[in-house]
């Protein structure tokens, strides 16, 4: 079976036709794999209707613009010159003459090249997309992997290409970030709907690249965070809006109105209730601190008992030194808990006097032992720096009100590692993990589509309106 594929383009009046060929299949019907198109086939159509049909559109736009729109006077070619424009179907070079201006009216310049007004990037809106969509997901070089796999994309893209595209996305959204001061006042919950927000952040630390590497200081802190706001009693059903969000603080010189932006986006006002639960980070605290007095201000239960469980093993094995004493010791252990539950800090500190007294007995026999006792100072240190922000844990609970989410944890899970990978030790630039951070929480978020929607506004992309904060 032969089937030949032609294309008609009609001009605008539908009284002109051109007919050109595309593509001549020979297809075979023996064989399952016989059957309907091939990847290669498709990619061979996409990449031919890609051209003719681009090659179409420009030339009409340039007939619009050969002439002077004041006189009709044909302008003058003063330079020829090409432009090449990088689409999903392929990269394509057009001629781009430079005219030169009629002289019935004044200009600024004397030539000008018409097709910059078109082509005002070299990349299409729908190929940018894609490449800031799929980098944020996965790596820069698998996405390139999928993207080739499935579209007629030339081979000469290459990694560096979709690392520059995807990190001039991110550009982009923190400028139009940081130019965008609307309120967004169409997002504010109607009077009557209670508000619960809980947010939380938490902090990871990135290997830095290796211009980094020499100053000993390559490590830095990416912190990211996790907002969600549910309403209760509202007169209108409302689903809870979920936000991430991440910086690099180091280099982010307005974090703090970063934070405000995601929970104003989320229609939350700053009277309004609102829960931060934190990993009990000092930077972290500041921060909160800042962005919302009004706030409730919580060390994440869950973190408090992570450490406790630690020294809980500790326990186990003093009582292998020995028995007696060492389940005293991890009495006290189970005191100190209950103290902390309870939000009693200084008694919760006094029981940490009691256990480093009570631990010396071991200080021969038990092998681990000055693990334990830094284990101990370290524990205090913490829940000092944390006093202003340990509640009654237990009165809370009672009232059904939030003491911990794990989402803290999960959240840099989510956001940071799964991208940047935790295992492989990818080294990171302060600035490149700062803007693939933007990106990936809008991603994730489900918010990129509106942004690139709102770039260009006819863009044939279905999102959903929803309130962002950009
Ligand atoms: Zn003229």
């Known amino acids: 079976m032969r089937v030949k594929l032609q294309l008609v383009m009609c001009n605008d009046k539908g009284d002109e036709e051109t007919v050109t060929d595309v593509i001549t299949l020979n297809k075979h019907n023996q064989r399952i794999e016989h059957l309907g198109l091939t990847l290669a086939e498709s990619k061979q159509l996409l990449s031919t209707l890609q051209r003719q049909l681009l090659q179409q559109q420009i030339n009409t736009f340039l007939d619009t613009r050969s002439a002077c729109p004041d006189c009709g006077t044909l302008l003058k070619l003063k330079a020829r010159g090409s432009r090449s424009f990088r689409t999903l179907f392929g990269t394509l070079k057009f001629s ?8 019935c009216t004044r200009h600024k310049t004397s030539s000008f090249r018409p097709l910059s007004a078109l082509l005002t990037e070299s990349v299409a809106p729908e190929l940018l997309y894609m490449e800031a969509k799929w980098s944020s997901l996965v ?25 520059y595209d995807t990190l001039k996305v991110a550009k982009r959204l923190e400028r139009s970030w940081v130019r965008n001061k609307r309120v967004l006042s169409r997002v504010i919950p109607a009077s009557g709907i209670t508000c619960l927000c809980l947010t939380a952040l938490s902090k990871w630390v990135l290997t830095g690249d290796v211009r980094n590497w020499l100053d000993k200081k390559h490590n830095f802190e990416v912190i990211v965070g996790k907002s969600i706001l549910s309403f209760e009693e509202g007169e209108e059903e409302r689903a809870p809006s979920l936000k991430r969000f991440g910086f690099v603080q180091t280099l982010d010189t307005q974090s703090k109105r970063r934070l405000y932006k995601v929970l104003q986006s989320q229609g939350l006002q700053m009277h309004q ?61 189970e005191r100190l808990k209950w103290s902390l539950w309870h939000g009693q800090v200084d008694k919760a500190l006094g029981k940490i006097d009691d256990l480093e007294s009570a631990i010396e007995p071991f200080s021969e026999t038990y092998v681990r032992f000055p693990r334990l006792v830094k ?16 509640p009654n844990y237990g009165e809370r609970y009672h009232n059904g009100e939030a003491i911990a989410t794990g989402f803290v944890e999960s959240t840099v899970n989510e956001v940071v590692s799964r991208r ?32 690139f929607k709102r770039w260009y506004p006819d863009m044939d992309l279905e999102v959903e309106e929803i309130p962002i904060a950009a």
């Not at 781009?96 to 002289?103: K, V």
């Not at 070089?141 to 690392?163: E, N």
């Not at 409730?296 to 992570?306: G, Q, S, V």
Request: hydrophobic share 35%; aromatic share 6%; glycine share 8%.
């Open 375 to 390: 284990t101990l100072s370290e524990l205090r240190t913490y829940i000092v720096n944390n006093r202003h922000v340990i």
């Open 96 to 103: 781009s003459p430079r005219l030169e201006h009629c002289d």
């Open 273 to 333: 209730e609102i829960t931060f639960l934190s990993d009990g980070d000092d930077t972290l605290r500041k921060l909160q601190l800042e962005l919302s007095p009004k706030a409730t201000h919580i060390l994440d239960w869950f973190h408090l008992t992570m450490k406790l469980t630690g020294l809980g093993q500790y326990g186990k094995g003093l009582v292998q030194c020995e028995a007696v004493l060492g389940e005293a010791i991890r009495d006290k252990i």
């Open 139 to 163: 790596s820069y070089g698998m996405s390139l992997d999928a993207l080739q796999d499935f579209l007629p994309l030339d081979l000469g893209l290459d990694v560096k290409t979709v690392r």
């Open 420 to 451: 940047f990978c935790k295992q492989q030790q990818m080294q990171w630039s302060k600035e490149g993990a700062h803007l693939l951070l933007q990106t990936r929480v809008r991603t994730l978020n489900g918010e990129l589509g509106t942004i």
